[in-house]
């Protein structure tokens, strides 16, 4: 009981630090203008706060599994698969924001729950960036929010018990909406961390001074003028990656589960 009130306070903790980190400089009080240098200043403050969220939680994560060495095994082979399919996107920029990686995160978190999704996504990211030398400021920001996908799928894998649609069209739907919807908060959070700092028409910009709501608005008209054609094609990525691989991926992984006596980490949280 005391493991499941400590899991749920850090993973509670994280999430809202992390969103505080993504929202922190749309607080800006200052007179119209532009944004306080001193606000620039935290911006890597902002994200070295984020890896130390990411950080936290991976370290104690393997720490609670680190007596399944089939899962971490497991873990491992998933994370080497996923980092390997993002070459895909450096080598295919014609897809837009299109990347395979995200449909093995969301079906991770679905089958052995949100926090060996949370382990997934953040660890693909980090591994992968060490691999396709993408390691920069934007990495704790896209860990976190990787990291976000796979747990939620443990929300997907609820209301489908709810619902009783498990091995039921409702399963495969709800997976479907997950994976497209997660198509464009990826790019929405994930823009956060530097669109306050960029310069551009008025209606875009962010406005030190302004409230928060005239802050979301123009952050709403920058998304649609730079990133929602980009982040549709994530979307229908998503979308079409689950409805041709997802059914024989989940009937793999739950075998994995079953002979393994695996237990479902998402009825544990």
């Excluded at 509670?12 to 992390?18: A, D």
């Amino acid at each position: 009981m005391k493991e499941k009130l400590l899991t749920g306070l850090i993973y509670f903790l994280t999430t809202g630090l992390g969103i505080f980190a993504y929202i922190y400089p749309l607080l800006e009080t200052a007179d119209q203008g532009i944004l306080s240098s001193n606000r620039q200043n935290e911006l890597p403050i902002m994200m070295a706060m984020i890896l130390a969220l990411c950080s936290v939680v991976l370290i104690y994560e393997i720490q609670q599994y680190r007596l399944n060495t089939k899962l971490i095994a497991l873990l491992g082979i998933l994370i080497a698969i996923n980092s390997t399919l993002r070459f895909i996107d450096l080598t295919l920029p014609v897809l837009g924001g299109f990347s395979p990686v995200f449909f093995l995160i969301l079906i991770t978190g679905y089958v052995f729950g949100g926090r060996m999704g949370f382990l997934m996504g953040s660890l693909t990211m980090l591994v992968s960036a060490l691999i396709t030398g993408g390691v920069g400021p934007w990495l704790p920001n896209q860990m976190l929010t990787a990291g976000w996908v796979g747990l939620s799928a443990a929300l997907a894998r609820r209301i489908v018990l709810l619902t009783h649609q498990e091995k039921k069209p409702g399963e495969w739907i709800t997976l479907l909406i997950f994976g497209f919807l997660w198509g464009y908060l990826y790019g929405a959070i994930t823009n956060l961390w530097f669109w306050p700092f960029l310069s551009g028409p008025s209606n875009q910009q962010f406005a030190p001074g302004s409230n928060f709501l005239v802050s979301m608005r123009n952050y709403g008209v920058f998304y649609l003028a730079t990133s929602l054609v980009w982040d549709t094609t994530r979307a229908i990525g998503n979308l079409l990656l689950i409805l041709f691989f997802g059914k024989a991926t989940i009937k793999v992984l739950r075998r994995f589960q079953k002979r393994f006596y695996f237990v479902h980490l998402g009825e544990e949280n």
